[in-house]
């Protein structure tokens, strides 16, 4: 059962847009990550309209998110990177033909054994990032390994960027996997595929001569750049309208305390559904044509914010969307005011609020 209470609307036509632009912008195809819960997105929903709108790859960092998808009836092709290699549900997602990472060299024989026919391997190599990964200098001895070994397809070859930002270090893994897959293809090993890029890595370097981008939050626009749109608009509404006499504090710790006689709305979302928190009157949302500010500390599942004559209960309380349709700020601009980043701020909207896929 959904959270009336919120709303999250979701614009299909933006997330092509998005992941069309990714697409010409890194000269390769894309692979749409969907961790966090599709970065807060819902994660099967997005699965879906992903497949609908031609997506091949969905990536996921871990085993649990992949086999929600694949049990929620997708077919298509789904890469998991995290995983412990004893577990029950490598079991599971190896039956459901799940591509799986190799990120260690010593979890071959243990993978080995749990393939029961064939088993699509990418192998996961660390180029600098110092986090799971096979060590670069193990990477062509693991290779061959793998390609000796008859229940393993190995289709691709991954690596991630440590230091987006920093274009020296970026360049140098870029060059990294180059040469290792240019050595791996003189030895006879091609895996079809060959990926490093994320989603500001796609932006920043040249990574054409590789398969695939890997974008997680940029598919959903979550990052301030003139040629992708957040997909995403968030409403609430108000259950209570009321009068709060002068010098009356409002919410926990009486951080507003009235100035005069006021006017006051509560909206039922908080730092539990999403909102991040901050300062009395940093923030504001819309209702009925005008901005309204956030009134005191908000609580866990519910905020006060100005109320006018003009309100009424059910009015559409606007947090965050497209300007055209009257909102003061998009997710970006919310979350820059609240001094947060964007997708860290998506990834803590509940599971259960109501998600509206618009297909227009």
Not at 83 to 90: M, Q, T
Not at 119 to 126: E, G, T, W
Not at 149 to 154: G, I, T, V, Y
Not at 234 to 257: A, D, F, H, M, P
Request: hydrophobic share 35%.
């Amino acid at each position: 059962m959904n959270n009336i209470n919120i709303t999250a609307k979701i614009d299909v036509k933006k997330l092509k847009d998005n992941i069309d632009y990714f697409k010409k912008k890194s000269g390769s195809d894309v692979m749409v990550v969907l961790k966090g819960n599709a970065y807060g997105h819902g994660l099967e929903g997005m699965a879906k309209t992903c497949r609908k709108l031609g997506v091949e790859w969905i990536g996921v960092a871990n085993l649990y998110d992949a086999l929600k998808i694949r049990n929620s009836g997708d077919q298509g092709k789904i890469l998991a990177w995290i995983y412990y290699p004893k577990s029950k549900e490598i079991d599971e997602a190896l039956k459901k033909n799940i591509d799986i990472a190799l990120f260690d060299e010593n979890h071959l024989p243990i993978l080995s054994k749990k393939i029961k026919n064939n088993a699509n391997i990418h192998l996961f190599v660390d180029t600098g990032i110092n986090r799971n990964g096979v060590p670069y200098e193990k990477a062509i001895e693991t290779a061959i390994k793998i390609s000796k070994n008859p229940k393993m397809n190995m289709i691709g070859l991954m690596s991630h960027f440590c230091c987006e930002n920093n274009r020296k270090m970026s360049e140098k893994q870029i060059k990294m996997l180059k040469q290792l897959k240019q050595k791996l293809n003189e030895i006879g090993i091609k895996p079809n595929l060959t990926h490093i890029a994320n989603t500001v890595g796609s932006l920043k370097y040249d990574v054409s001569d590789f398969d695939l981008a890997r974008i997680g939050y940029g598919s959903f626009g979550l990052l301030e750049n003139k040629n992708l749109q957040p997909i995403v608009s968030l409403n609430s509404k108000i259950i209570q309208l009321k009068y709060v006499n002068k010098g009356e504090g409002i919410g926990y710790n009486r951080t507003y305390v009235t100035p005069n006689k006021k006017y006051i709305a509560i909206v039922p979302i908080g730092y539990g559904d999403i909102l991040p928190i901050v300062k009395s009157g940093q923030l504001t949302l819309d209702v009925n044509g005008s901005k309204r500010k956030i009134l005191g500390k908000e609580s866990m599942d519910q905020i006060t914010i100005e109320a006018k004559e003009c309100d009424k209960l059910g009015d559409e309380v606007k947090i965050f969307g497209p300007k055209e349709e009257g909102y003061s700020n998009d997710v970006n601009k919310f979350a820059k005011l609240a001094k947060i980043k964007p997708y860290i701020m998506m990834m803590h909207l509940r599971n259960d609020t109501n998600k509206i896929i618009i297909t227009k």
